[in-house]
Nanobody, 128 residues
Framework: QPQLVESGGGMVTPGGSLRLSCEAS????????VGWFRQYPGKEREGVICMNSEEMSDGTTVYAESAKERFAIVRDRDRNTVYLQMNALKHEDTAVYYC??????????????????WGRGIQVTVTA
């Protein structure tokens, strides 16, 4: 059964960095768009950064305004894993982070409804 598992979350001080991992099993991430989303308590999930599939749109990356110049998404094809590198973290980056892919219906962009397969999420806390 296809599965995504996030890891690497935790607590970090403002200005620090963190790298989240999303390891896939039961599917080859190279064939799909992948994205990182986050959710604040009581809020909807929001797209942070997404990478379109290389097959559909040459792997272009879509950023949310909050992620520009601070976050990056990287595919590791050999490990079937996607990373979210987060730098210069702020208090407002505190959230549960999810990775997702468009396993069943191809999608581009970074809208939540374009992704149908999700990890369980992982907490990131930015605090002094």
């Amino acid at each position: 059964q296809p599965q995504l598992v996030e890891s690497g979350g935790g607590m970090v001080t403002p200005g620090g960095s963190l790298r989240l991992s999303c390891e896939a099993s039961g599917l080859d991430l190279r064939s799909y768009s992948v994205g990182w989303f986050r959710q604040y308590p009581g809020k909807e999930r929001e797209g942070v950064i997404c990478m379109n599939s290389e097959e559909m749109s040459d792997g272009t990356t879509v950023y949310a305004e909050s992620a520009k110049e601070r976050f990056a998404i990287v595919r590791d094809r050999d490990r079937n894993t996607v990373y979210l590198q987060m730098n210069a973290l702020k208090h407002e980056d505190t959230a549960v982070y999810y990775c997702a892919t468009d396993l069943y219906v191809p999608s581009t962009g970074c809208a939540e409804d374009g992704f149908d397969t999700w990890g369980r999420g992982i907490q990131v806390t930015v605090t002094a």
